[in-house]
């Protein structure tokens, strides 16, 4: 592929369907020779294909459910919210109750400012 774009939803969609339907393949196979190996006494070595004929079909789902990628490559965002100015509750007469000016944000730190 020349460019980073991704691949159009039709074609990634028709991909996760061959994927699928390739995995239940195999589990019907696995499936097919367990069948064959039980009925010709092999004991134990029946068990192989049992256990892929019961665990393909999970993973089968996971991955066709599994969607497209997520095109957020940095990782982590932190939430930041959004929030509203607060209001003074005082009606806006007399000085401000925080001593910022009730300008909606934290009071500042006390320090040299305060002499």
Do not use: K
Request: hydrophobic share 40%; glycine share 12%.
């Amino acid at each position: 592929m020349v460019t980073q774009a991704r691949r159009s939803l039709s074609d990634d969609i028709s991909y996760r369907q061959r994927r699928y339907l390739l995995m239940m393949g195999i589990r019907a196979a696995c499936f097919v020779i367990a069948v064959v190996m039980f009925v010709n006494h092999l004991g134990w070595l029946t068990v192989i294909p049992v256990v892929g004929a019961i665990v393909i079909p999970y993973f089968a789902v996971v991955f066709a459910n599994g969607g497209r990628e997520p095109n957020n490559v940095r990782g982590f965002m932190e939430y930041l919210p959004n929030l509203p100015a607060t209001r003074d509750p005082a009606g806006g007469s007399g000085p401000p109750p925080d001593g910022n000016g009730a300008n909606g944000h934290r009071p500042s730190r006390p320090g040299a400012a305060d002499n």
